[in-house]
């Protein structure tokens, strides 16, 4: 069972990337799937989450606004358009899956059960 993110890069401040995160080996449609990242020197801390049902996503106060996560479970995918980048949002982005099925978000590094690898986010000024 992997999680591989991808969309990462290098771009500049206020333009938009897309980070799509690709489940194998298992099916997601029933975990809550969320996106945390992780700065240099800093705690990874969460960005946004999406429940398993796909009625409910959850975005952190630094991102509101500017972040949207969605769920296609037909291609087992789990995106993160992130749209008027700012400096602060340079970061390695994680995917993550609840450890537990039926759950509404996943919020908290504790309660993630499956961690993608990470996709570089880089924002220059």
């Known amino acids: 069972v992997q999680l591989q993110a991808s969309g990462g890069g290098l771009v500049q401040a206020g333009t938009s990337l897309r980070l799509s995160c690709a489940a194998s080996?298992?099916?997601?449609?029933?975990?809550?799937m969320a996106w945390f990242r992780q700065a240099p020197g800093k705690e990874r801390e969460f960005v946004a989450a999406?429940?398993?049902?796909?009625?409910?996503?959850y975005v952190a106060n630094s991102v509101k606004a500017r972040f949207t996560i969605t769920r296609e479970d037909d291609k087992n995918t789990v995106n993160l358009d992130m749209n008027s980048l700012e400096p602060d949002d340079t970061a390695v982005y994680y995917c993550?899956?609840?450890?537990?099925?039926?759950?509404?978000?996943?919020?908290?590094?504790?309660?993630?059960?499956?961690w993608g690898k990470g996709t570089q986010v880089t924002v220059s000024s």
């Open positions: 993550a899956a609840d450890a537990t099925p039926y759950r509404a978000r996943v919020t908290d590094p504790t309660g993630v059960g499956l």
């Open positions: 080996g298992r099916t997601i449609s029933t975990y809550a």
């Open positions: 999406i429940s398993w049902s796909g009625d409910h996503t």
